[in-house]
């Protein structure tokens, strides 16, 4: 289960929708048969969203973003996953598993959205792709808000959505550029003091004894 999930994690990083499907699929599967009971809304999602992006199986798609929709509701308190610290829990507060949530329903919303309107049914589609953005405001869902008005024959809407995407986009990759300087500062400074404190070690272990 951990390698499909690694997998599945690599596919959604380089944004490749087929392995995407492929190991979000095997990976629900095998977390299935380790806890039959529990409902991952968010993979559902993602692998709803991905089948709908390549018009792939259109009625698991819908399925699946009809489960993730009806799993998230309304909010419900987390709970310690099967076979885990039972402390666990504590390292979440409230707001962190709001904003959790909040995440992972602005998923359910834009799957459900996007897969009415990959299947022909955008005029349905589009207000719960609207909330999504409403929700939790992403490259991604902006993108598929400005594919569905576009398909509305709405272009100068679908327009200024996609410049509002450009511009998230234009955000993130800065704040990306930004985060891998600091990490590469940060990881420039500790070499150089390991490297001085190797030095210095290796100094004082050449040195000789002094005579008294």
């Excluded at 709970?79 to 949530?101: A, M, V």
């Excluded at 991604?140 to 576009?150: D, T, V």
């Excluded at 404190?197 to 290796?202: E, G, I, L, S, Y």
Aim: net charge positive; proline share 4%.
């Amino acid at each position: 289960m951990l390698v499909y999930r690694a997998l599945f994690r690599l596919a959604e990083e380089s944004s490749d929708s087929a392995g995407i499907i492929e190991f979000g699929q095997k990976y629900k599967d095998a977390a299935a048969q380790y806890d039959p009971s529990e409902t991952d809304a968010g993979l559902l999602a993602k692998i709803a969203l991905a089948r709908a992006d390549l018009s792939s199986d259109l009625p698991r798609a819908g399925a699946y973003a009809q489960q993730a929709y009806e799993a998230t509701a309304a909010f419900q308190p987390w709970k310690t996953p099967r076979n885990s610290d039972p402390y666990w829990l504590g390292h979440y507060d409230q707001k962190q598993q709001e904003r959790g949530y909040r995440t992972t329903r602005a998923l359910a919303l834009e799957a459900r959205g996007w897969t009415l309107c990959a299947g022909g049914r955008c005029p349905e589609g589009e207000a719960p792709i609207r909330e999504a953005v409403a929700l939790e405001r992403t490259e991604r869902n902006l993108r598929h808000l400005a594919s569905a008005l576009e398909k509305l024959g709405r272009p100068s809407e679908a327009a200024e959505v996609s410049a509002q995407a450009l511009r998230s986009v234009s955000r993130s990759v800065r704040r990306q550029s930004s985060s891998t300087m600091r990490i590469s500062r940060d990881h420039t400074t500790r070499c150089a003091i390991r490297h001085a404190a190797d030095t210095t070690a290796h100094s004082i272990g050449n040195q000789s004894p002094q005579r008294v």
